[in-house]
């Protein structure tokens, strides 16, 4: 899933979404949740790793309730600059629809025992299917998995949050959005702009 499908999939004469090149953090590696309204709502989870952010698409969005396993599909890698990216993905380009960084900060791999550098241990992870690290956000704070899905489609992954102090239970990430979130706002027009035509 390299950074030519992501490429291939955008106008950019058309989106302000950043062309795809490589780029790494100088220090610590990152991470950005973005809340994506696009034909359906979903968060769009990413981790930097090798110059790009591997991306999973979150129809329900994280949670720091252990109970949820929450399904993460992986999609194309997204180019380093995207961790900054907002705004409107105009219609008839794919994604079409409004973006918003929900939550974003480092991460780092939780097993420090290991010889490899943390990318290239989270690297060694990701192709054996199982990923667990530390999560620095500001919502999103403690370990966490991404594991994938045998004998499912093969891109479907489980996100999922371990017990430790930054746990909590019944935990909603639409109850954690910013109260001026042009996502919301976004979504709130859609609707009116549906029950409008179906009284016309």
Known sequence: MALKDYNQKRKFDETSEPKGKTKKSKDQLIFVIQRHAASRLHYDFRLEMDGVL????VPKGPSLDPKDKRLAMMVEDHPYDYKDFEGNIPEGNYGAGQVEIWDSGTYEPLD???????????????????LKFIL?????????????????????????KHKDDFAESDYDAEENTAKNSQVTKFLEEKKSLKSSKKKS
């Open 54 to 57: 591997k991306s999973w698409a």
């Open 112 to 130: 420090n025992n290991s010889k490899l550098s943390d990318e290239k241990e989270l690297l060694k992870e990701l192709h054996a299917g199982s």
């Open 136 to 160: 620095h956000g500001k919502k999103l704070k403690g370990e966490f998995a991404l594991v994938k899905m045998k004998n499912t489609e093969e891109n479907s992954w489980l996100l999922i």
